[in-house]
């Protein structure tokens, strides 16, 4: 994917904020939330008990802020 390609995101972001309980970031269609580190486990929980499957989580930051990527089943 080239830098600044806008993606066509067909995720009910909505629904994942409601899931998760707070509200991500939408840039070129990559809809993204940043948490920390206590969160992951709670956050995987609660997108697999909601039916989202292949969930990534990415840790590209020394204060171990944590992105999550994932997509609808």
């Known amino acids: ?3 600044g390609r806008k993606v066509e995101n067909t995720i009910d972001t909505k629904k994942l904020d409601t899931i998760l309980g707070i ?3 939408m840039n ?3 809809y993204k939330y940043t948490i920390g580190p206590p969160e992951v ?3 995987i929980k609660a997108l697999v008990g909601n ?3 292949d969930v990534a989580v990415h840790n590209h930051k020394k204060d171990k802020n944590y992105l999550i ?3 609808s089943s």
Do not use: L, R, W
Request: charged share 15%; hydrophobic share 40%; aromatic share 0%.
């Open 41 to 43: 486990a709670p956050v």
């Open 28 to 30: 070129n269609g990559v």
């Open 51 to 53: 039916g989202i499957a």
């Open 23 to 25: 509200t991500g970031d």
């Open 1 to 3: 994917m080239s830098i």
């Open 69 to 71: 990527k994932s997509k």
